[in-house]
């Protein structure tokens, strides 16, 4: 229990957004910003590579088929089984090439909320958190962010949760689920310098937070008042992302990177950019999928 078991070699310069498929009993993820969307059968081991020629940084499902695949220059439709594209949304500030879309989730409603990041400094608060409606409409919902990353949704979407990467933290946001906005901004939890910086995030049906710790050689599970319930080391220093996956969605899927090694750090982690998985005796939640 809670020991991270090696999955599949991936080898993912930085592999993100992990989300579960029960009808097809797969995972599919994406190498960050110029690496190919992947999809792995955890049974037979068969993994399948879709290239992508714009820079993926993560992915939603979508209710309509196939998928939204977020790129640092806009948001996109994907369909698998053709590995077409087809914009959807350009860059959030037209004006200013330099914020570029990073993470993303979709609420308990089916709209899309991404984060954006300042590519050129993401040290920068420059970031911020967007609502994507069915509709086509892009609202503006919270900012500050330096580098807004992973994003979770409570179970009953009243919560939503944002990694404010750079500044080593995460927020909590009131959610108002008719109108999708947000309110009473607070500081969720704050990870120490020494401890990485935090990155993913994903709610499980408990409503405890899950956290990837980049640089940090390991993940953190959170109550809902912000308390670490747990902590679980790695081999890999860079701890990604997460999905809940199995047929009981009681397996926690995570993803690490290799991103900024020398050849002497990837030397020392050989199995860094590859997937792992921990039997943690959580349930997670099937992640929604975009209305639009």
Known sequence: MNEPQHLFPAQNQLGETPIW??????????????????????????????????????????????????????LYGWH????????????????????????GAVDRQGRLLVGTVNMQDPFAPDGSLYRLDAD????????????????????DGSTVYVTDMRHGQIIALDYDTAGGTVSNRRLFARVPDEEGMPDGLIVDAEGYVWSGHWAGWKLTRYDPDGKIERQISFPVEHVISFAFGGPELDELLVTTAWWGFDEEARKNQPLAGDLFRVNCGVKGLLEPAFSG
Do not use: K, M
């Open 136 to 155: 086509g409409s892009f609202h503006l919902l919270d900012s500050g962010y330096a580098t807004a990353n992973g994003i979770g949704v409570s179970p």
């Open 21 to 74: 498929v029960q009808e097809e009993n797969a995972l599919y993820w994406v190498d960050w910003g110029g690496g190919p969307i992947c999809r792995l059968d955890p049974l037979s081991g068969t993994c399948t590579i879709f290239p992508v020629s714009f820079p993926v940084t993560a992915l939603a499902r979508r209710a309509s088929g196939g998928w939204i695949a977020i790129a640092q220059n806009g």
């Open 80 to 103: 698998p089984d053709s590995n077409l594209t087809e914009l959807i949304a350009g860059l959030p500030e037209p004006g200013n090439p330099d914020l570029c879309y990073n993470d």
